[in-house]
């Protein structure tokens, strides 16, 4: 007797079943995280020439694809503390799939980078100093002094695959967070009421106006303060 299933026989149901299961299984992989680490720099920042950047870059894997917009308090005229006019520009940033790997205390000797930033308004971010129309800003970690803080800085892919700082260094710290789970790896922009604290662990943005770019991390998450 031929067996059949809704009217199908069962080998093509079996067949058709097999097939979900393998693309319900891509496209899980596709934004489950992975388990490595964003890859290390190979040399320290400063001796990277020529197209030693660009080439570094290629290796890394961003997370989302729109990535979180976010309006950022920007400077018509004057940089920084010196901004004496502001406006607003947007700031796009997102993760790199392995940051959740990389923390204050656990990076590579010459630093990991840990998101991408882009700023799509014509004004400079005032924060970090970040450049008008301008993308490809890599937010690289590097060992501090001690391991719960590490050092942020912003380095920006020029055209020929060489690369600038922009702004000034900034923290790198274990931000409080009640999901203290690096399960899955993102990237915002959030501050942390204080690295002693316990509840929520982020001001509202309702109170004040929000500054720090913040990465999953090995903690559960980490701010560039």
């Known amino acids: 007797m031929r067996r059949t299933l ?18 319900v299984g891509v496209i899980l992989l596709g934004f489950w995280p992975t388990a490595r680490a964003t890859p290390p720099m190979p040399k320290p920042l400063e001796e990277m020439v020529g197209d030693d950047f660009g080439r570094y870059v290629e290796l ?12 950022r308090t920007a400077c018509r005229t004057g940089n920084g503390p010196a901004c004496t006019d502001t406006t607003v520009t947007t700031v796009v940033i997102k993760s790199e799939k392995g940051s959740g790997k990389i923390g204050p205390g656990r990076m ?13 308004g014509g004004a400079v971010e005032r924060h970090y100093q970040l450049p008008a129309r301008t993308d490809s800003i890599y937010w690289l970690v590097e060992p501090g002094q001690s391991t719960t803080q590490g050092r942020s800085r912003f380095v920006r892919l ?8 922009v702004g000034q260094p900034h923290l790198y710290e274990k931000c409080v967070h009640r999901d203290n789970s690096p399960s899955w790896t993102t ?34 998450c980490c701010i560039a303060r």
Not at 9 to 14: F, I
Not at 158 to 165: I, R
Not at 204 to 219: D, G, H, L, Y
Request: charged content about 15%.
């Open 6 to 23: 809704w009217g199908l026989p069962l080998w093509a149901v079996a067949t058709a079943s097999a097939t979900v299961v393998v693309l």
């Open 60 to 71: 890394l894997s961003f997370r989302g694809y729109r990535g979180n917009s976010r309006d």
């Open 108 to 120: 590579g000797p010459n630093g990991n980078i840990v998101a991408v930033l882009s700023n799509t």
């Open 158 to 165: 020029l055209a020929n695959g060489g690369w600038e700082v």
């Open 187 to 220: 990237a915002d922009f959030r501050e942390c009421v204080s690295t002693g604290a316990f509840g929520l662990g982020f001001r509202s943005a309702a109170v004040q106006e929000i500054t720090s770019a913040w990465v999953s991390c090995i903690e559960g």
